[in-house]
Each structure stands twice: as structure tokens, then as C-alpha cells.
T-cell receptor, first 114, second 113 residues
């Protein structure tokens, strides 16, 4: 079975500063990895995904993430955040080749301050 | 991209009543849909997998008689919360897969008084 750990429940950061949201996973099989963003009272929007190929994945809104198999990590980064990036961010994993059953981390609230 | 809608977006009901939530894939067909529940400031927990033409598959600890799921067509799945109680108040989100990706609905906020 897979599991996802997001160690930081909240990350406060000033506007225009860089940010990294951490995600670690555990799995005995190969996985697909995802980052989703959730704005208040809304559903989830896919930011980016790693399915195969290049370990550096670029997504929407200037976000990127790097898959590190040896460290079983998939940290999300943005070089300069905006107030509008304030939201809850969820890391998720699914077993590659299986059904689309996603396992989510507990989420990280990115709080961007002016 | 693929769009998934949910209706209603929010609902308030009295304790003991039943509430139906619809999940539709607007521009693609989905033989499978997923229902999640999200408590405030917590992650999404998969409740069940809705299967078109067959019974839903429920996750451990989810009462299938309480949360009735019907996958009536290739674009519609419904979740009915029967005899709702205040502890059922939550944010319910559905999703539908297309290829390797999962597309989420906007969610339904259920408040049981």
C-alpha cells in the first residue's frame, strides 16, 4: 500500500519569496505522483504530475516539482510566490499501471503574506 | 480539459432527512467515478468507487447503507446520504478518471442541522 507524508501543515511566506512544499511517499511498487491545489470551498485542481520520463516536472502557475526516487520525495517549488497562491496544496500518489485510486497527503496550507 | 460538475454546490438539511448529490462528467464518459469526503482542514478520504452498471466498492469503515451510490449512466453518479446526522456534515467531492488523470468536481458542502 502507498502512503504520502506532507510534514508541513502550514507554510507562511512573504510575497515574491521562493517556497518549497515537501512531500514524501512510500510504496513497494512504482508510482505516479501528483500535486493538487485547493482554493477555499472549491474542488481540486491539478498543478502538475509525474508519470514517467524527466524527473523535473513543470506545472501551471509557475510551479515545478522534482521526483527523487532514492529519497522517495516529490517536493513542490516556486521561485516567487504571489498572494493569489494562498491555498491548500495536496500531494497524491497512485500505483502506476493500476486504477486511478489516489492516496492523498494531509495537505499544506501555503499562506502568502504581503 | 475534462470537466466534472457537482450539484448542488451546497445544501443544508435537517437531521434525519436524506440528501442526494450528483456528479457529472460533462465532456467525457466515465465508467468509474470516485467519491471523497473532506473534513475541515483535513485531506480527502476516499469513500467509495462508483462503477457504472454494477455495485459501488466501498472503502473500509464506510457504511454502504448510509452512503448510497448509484452510477446511472456513463456520465452520472449520485451519492445519497441517508438519514443524515450532524456528524455527516462535510465537504463531499467526486472525481472521474480520464486516461491516467483524475478530474475533480467543485465539491458539495453538506450541513446537517
Amino acid at each position: 500500500a502507498q502512503s504520502v507524508t506532507q510534514l508541513d501543515s502550514q507554510v507562511p511566506v512573504f510575497e515574491e519569496a521562493p517556497v518549497e512544499l515537501r512531500c514524501n511517499y512510500s510504496s513497494s511498487v512504482s508510482v505516479y505522483l501528483f500535486w493538487y491545489v485547493q482554493y477555499p470551498n472549491q474542488g481540486l485542481q491539478l498543478l502538475l504530475k509525474y508519470l514517467s520520463g524527466s524527473t523535473l516536472v513543470k506545472g501551471i502557475n509557475g510551479f515545478e516539482a522534482e521526483f527523487n526516487k532514492s529519497q522517495t520525495s516529490f517536493h513542490l517549488r516556486k521561485p516567487s510566490v504571489h498572494i493569489s497562491d494562498t491555498a491548500e496544496y495536496f500531494c497524491a500518489v497512485s500505483e502506476s499501471g493500476a486504477t486511478n485510486k489516489l492516496i492523498f497527503g494531509t495537505g499544506t496550507l501555503l499562506a502568502v503574506q504581503p | 480539459g475534462a470537466v466534472v460538475s457537482q450539484h448542488p454546490s451546497w445544501v443544508i438539511c435537517k437531521s434525519g432527512t436524506s440528501v442526494k448529490i450528483e456528479c457529472r462528467s460533462l465532456d467525457f464518459q466515465a465508467t468509474t467515478m470516485f467519491w471523497y469526503r473532506q473534513f475541515p482542514k483535513q485531506s480527502l478520504m476516499l469513500m467509495a468507487t462508483s462503477n457504472e452498471g454494477s455495485k459501488a466498492t466501498y472503502e473500509q469503515g464506510v457504511e454502504k447503507d448510509k452512503f448510497l451510490i448509484n452510477h446511472a449512466s456513463l456520465t452520472l453518479s449520485t451519492l445519497t446520504v441517508t438519514s443524515a446526522h450532524p456528524e455527516d456534515s462535510s465537504f463531499y467531492i467526486c472525481s472521474a478518471p480520464l486516461g491516467l488523470l483524475e478530474f475533480f468536481g467543485p465539491g458539495t458542502r453538506l450541513t446537517v442541522l
